[in-house]
């Protein structure tokens, strides 16, 4: 199956500071990709979804300007978190649609202290 | 709103036994998958269901599709340990997936 690489796999920042989250698809070209959060013990939230040369389309309650999403490329989409906050702290994960599966990247636990 | 329920939420089995999760879906749709999640980890692709009556095996689990009922069902035969993890279904549509709410499995030797 189609790979797809998340970068990194855990990462621990610092109150007010930014993180970059990379999700790259290594076999295949991909127009469409999803950014997840998931917290403990529940089910995958969509944060938006990431198309290609445009802007991501945000679900409801997430804010953009918090979350920033790049798709500059058709194998490549960043997740920034600016100016994390503790609450900010989660599971994310990101996909990529290739025809009808959508493959995931490893995920990425991000702890904000 | 799109509803995509699963049942039941957590399940616990012996070796050897066979059970159920369903899946339940509120949106017309003809694309099904269900997931693997171990702890800590990300989704593990387990089956595509693509029409109506679509039917997949692999190992001890088996998927089906029912597009007019609505509802997927992932069939576990003779549970190992193995098998303990979250299962999530998900419907894709309108260019996007919605994911169940999840089935914790753990099975006990």
């Known amino acids: 199956g189609a790979v797809v690489s998340q970068h990194p796999s855990r990462v621990i920042c610092k109150s007010g500071t930014s993180v970059k989250i990379e999700c790259r698809s290594l076999d295949f070209q991909a127009t469409t990709m999803f950014w997840y959060r998931q917290f403990p013990k529940q089910s995958l939230m969509l944060m938006a979804t990431?198309?290609?040369?445009?802007?991501?389309?945000?679900e409801q309650g997430v804010e953009k300007d918090k979350f920033l999403i790049n798709h500059a490329s058709l194998t490549l989409s960043t997740l920034t978190v600016t100016s994390a906050h503790p609450e900010d702290s989660s599971f994310y994960i990101c996909?990529?649609?290739?025809?009808?599966?959508?493959?995931f990247g490893q995920g990425t636990r991000l702890t904000v202290v | 709103e799109l509803k995509v329920e699963q049942n039941p939420l957590f399940l616990s089995m012996q070796e050897g036994k066979n059970y159920t999760i369903y899946c339940n879906y509120s949106?017309?749709?003809?694309?099904l998958y269900w997931y693997r999640q171990d702890p800590g980890k990300s989704l593990e692709s387990l089956f595509v269901?693509?029409?109506?009556?679509a039917v997949k095996q692999e190992g001890r689990l088996m998927a089906s599709l029912d597009t007019k009922a609505r509802l997927s069902t992932l069939h576990i035969t003779a549970a190992v340990h193995d098998l303990s993890a979250t299962y999530f279904c998900a419907v894709f549509t309108g260019n996007q997936f919605y994911f169940g709410t999840g089935t914790s499995l753990t099975v006990i030797p």
């Open positions: 996909s990529a649609k290739m025809n009808t599966e959508a493959f």
């Open positions: 990431s198309n290609e040369g445009s802007k991501a389309t945000y």
């Open positions: 269901l693509l029409s109506n009556g």
């Open positions: 949106t017309t749709s003809d694309r």
